[in-house]
């Protein structure tokens, strides 16, 4: 069975957001569009800690941008994000919501960044969502979203890892892009891993 992955298309994550992907909300219609194509659909939502150590605000004197050891992993430093329980750590109040399975929260453990639906970034944390999709019989996964250039990025990665069959939908997941060129090679490593890329129409 095919799986539709949505992830973290939340306000923060939009234009106006804390962390604004730029046109992010141009994907909001065509991933409406493909939903109507799934049975099943889940979503991620990044959903951290006020206190969490992926926030440049919580390493005075480090800029966004920036980078700390946070717990041994190098750690690029953000702008306060997707805070628990905030306006911006909602979804888009465009974005479908009635069909989807279940929501898998991530970034909640204050000590480790999560840019994966499945994993913590040191790889200890497992949110549950590919025991979750191997329980259900999915085989497939189709993943969009934001941002191309992380979290769909080690999400789309650790699929193929756990075992699924894992398609990019590229017209339907956009870059935050700290550099001009970081959608492209994003792109490249999925596909270097072994992602599929296709285009939405041809689903
Ligand atoms: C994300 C940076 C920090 C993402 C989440 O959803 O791509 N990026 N937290
Ligand atoms: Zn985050």
């Given at each position: 069975m095919k799986a539709l992955l949505i992830v973290d298309v939340q306000n923060d994550f939009l234009p106006g957001g804390a962390l604004p992907v730029k046109d992010g909300d141009l994907i909001i219609p065509i991933i409406n569009k493909l939903q109507k194509k799934f049975s099943f659909i889940v979503a991620t939502q990044d959903w951290h800690p006020e206190n969490h150590g992926s926030f440049a605000a919580n390493h005075g004197g480090h800029e966004?941008?920036?980078?700390?050891?946070?717990?041994?992993?190098?750690?690029?430093?953000?702008?306060?994000?997707?805070?628990?329980?905030?306006?911006?750590?909602?979804?888009?109040?465009?974005?479908d919501k009635e069909k989807w399975i279940r929501i898998f929260q991530k970034g909640t453990n204050p000590l480790v960044d999560s840019y994966s639906g499945f994993f913590d970034n040191n790889k200890n944390g497992d949110t549950g969502?590919?025991?979750?999709?191997?329980?259900?019989?999915?085989?497939?996964?189709?993943?969009?979203?934001?941002?191309?250039?992380?979290?769909?990025k080690f999400t789309v990665i650790d699929g193929i890892d756990e075992g699924f069959t894992t398609y990019l939908i590229t017209d339907a997941t956009k870059a935050v892009n700290l550099q001009e060129d970081d959608f492209e090679k994003a792109l490249e490593e999925m596909e270097d891993h072994g992602a599929i890329l296709l285009d939405s129409s041809s689903i």
């Open positions: 966004i941008g920036g980078f700390v050891q946070l717990n041994g992993v190098k750690q690029i430093l953000w702008p306060v994000h997707c805070v628990q329980e905030s306006q911006g750590a909602e979804f888009h109040q465009d974005l969502l590919s025991d979750f999709l191997k329980s259900e019989g999915v085989r497939e996964l189709y993943v969009c979203g934001l941002a191309a250039d992380y979290c769909v």
